[in-house]
């Protein structure tokens, strides 16, 4: 089975605190995905990484930014919290770009004070 | 705006009966609309996937019905169980660009034994 690991599933910070949050895949998948989940909106996309040190910005990039230095490790940055992140955020990745399933993570829900 | 539209916001079901959520969508470019079922504090799963080329495609309870020229595709959960009880997103991909996929706003399921 496809693991897709958020290590913090809950964290709490204040305004302008940088906030990193992880997730790692153990499929050897090439893509990786940010999205952010509000209620009545569904998941936006932040940002999506096609390979390693790949990425491109999703619907949503402003306020955040991303690393992918190993393929199975993907990273969201807040550089500087704003209450407006406060939001569920989910992982995602995919084997590869033809195939269509992604796989989400269990989700990071950040409340920023 | 948003790119696929779902109805209803809720939904409340009885056991053994017929669960329908409805999805509409305007870009013809998309390519690929899977629906992912969520459970509280669990991340999305695929649960079915129909392509634009087939009007409908049936996994064990799980139908999906597609309308091609009035831009539409419909989940139908037959014979409803407590343990379907769940937020359901359709979503659509767009063919020109496999890595954006635009989510619904969700639909909370309900079904009372």
């Known amino acids: 089975d496809v693991k897709v690991t958020q290590s913090s599933r809950y964290l709490v910070k204040r305004t302008g605190e940088k906030v990193f949050l992880e997730c790692v895949q153990d499929?050897?998948?090439?893509?990786m995905f940010w999205y952010r989940q509000d209620p009545g909106l569904g998941l936006r996309l932040i940002y999506f990484?096609?390979?390693?040190?790949?990425?491109e910005k999703g619907d949503i990039p402003e306020g955040y930014s991303v690393s992918r230095e190993k393929k199975e490790r993907f990273s969201l940055i807040l550089e500087s919290a704003s209450t407006n992140q406060t939001s569920m955020y989910l992982c995602a990745s995919r084997l590869a770009r033809n195939t269509g399933e992604l796989f989400f993570g269990e989700g990071s829900r950040l409340t920023v004070l | 705006q948003q790119q696929v539209k779902q109805s209803p916001q809720s939904l409340i079901v009885q056991k053994g009966g017929i669960s329908i959520i409805n999805c509409a969508y305007e870009n013809t470019a998309f390519d690929y609309f899977p629906w992912y079922q969520q459970f509280p504090g669990k991340g999305p799963a695929l649960l079915i996937a129909i392509r634009p080329d087939v009007s409908e495609k049936k996994e064990g309870r799980f139908t999906i019905s597609f309308n091609k020229s009035a831009k539409q595709f419909s989940l139908h959960i037959m014979d409803s169980q407590p343990g379907d009880s769940a937020t359901y997103f359709c979503?659509?991909?767009?063919?020109?660009?496999?890595?954006?996929?635009?989510f619904g706003s969700g639909t909370k399921l309900n079904v009372k034994p």
């Open positions: 979503a659509a991909r767009e063919g020109y660009n496999f890595n954006k996929f635009y």
């Open positions: 990484s096609y390979d390693v040190k790949m990425k």
């Open positions: 499929m050897d998948h090439e893509n």
